[in-house]
Nanobody
Framework: QVQLVESGGGLVQAGGSLRLSCAAS????????MGWFRQAPGKEREFVGA????????YYGDSVKGRFTIFRDNAKNTVYLQMNSLKPEDTAVYYC??????????????????WGQGTQVTVSS
């Protein structure tokens, strides 16, 4: 089993930055793709971006391109989501997730079967 624990959420003013962390443990060797999703109240869960442990460029959803960056530390089994130029519409619960064993980044939520508990990000105007 793969366990994921997010941290780093909080309250920030518009234009500010936050960094989220996702620590993975357990049988992570078979889970190459790690994704970030978010869910705002009353909205569907949205793909934010993803990265692979094995290398290659991250991939981002359109709403966060140019503002958010995903990177990883393989030695720590941790994936990060650096969020800059935050907007009130970025307010959501953010989740990290591990995709089913596969090659290459995937965006649909149904491709991910291991989820962290989520961390709240609130951006005030």
């Amino acid at each position: 089993q793969v366990q994921l624990v997010e941290s780093g959420g909080g309250l920030v003013q518009a234009g500010g930055s936050l960094r989220l962390s996702c620590a993975a443990s357990g049988r992570t060797f078979s889970r190459d793709v790690m994704g970030w999703f978010r869910q705002a109240p009353g909205k569907e869960r949205e793909f934010v971006g993803a990265i692979t442990w094995s290398g290659g460029a991250p991939y981002y959803g359109d709403s966060v391109k140019g503002r958010f960056t995903i990177f990883r530390d393989n030695a720590k089994n941790t994936v990060y989501l650096q969020m800059n130029s935050l907007k009130p519409e970025d307010t959501a619960v953010y989740y990290c997730a591990a995709a089913l064993p596969r090659r290459g980044i995937t965006t649909p939520m149904t491709s991910y079967d291991r989820w962290g508990q989520g961390t709240q990000v609130t951006v005030s105007s």
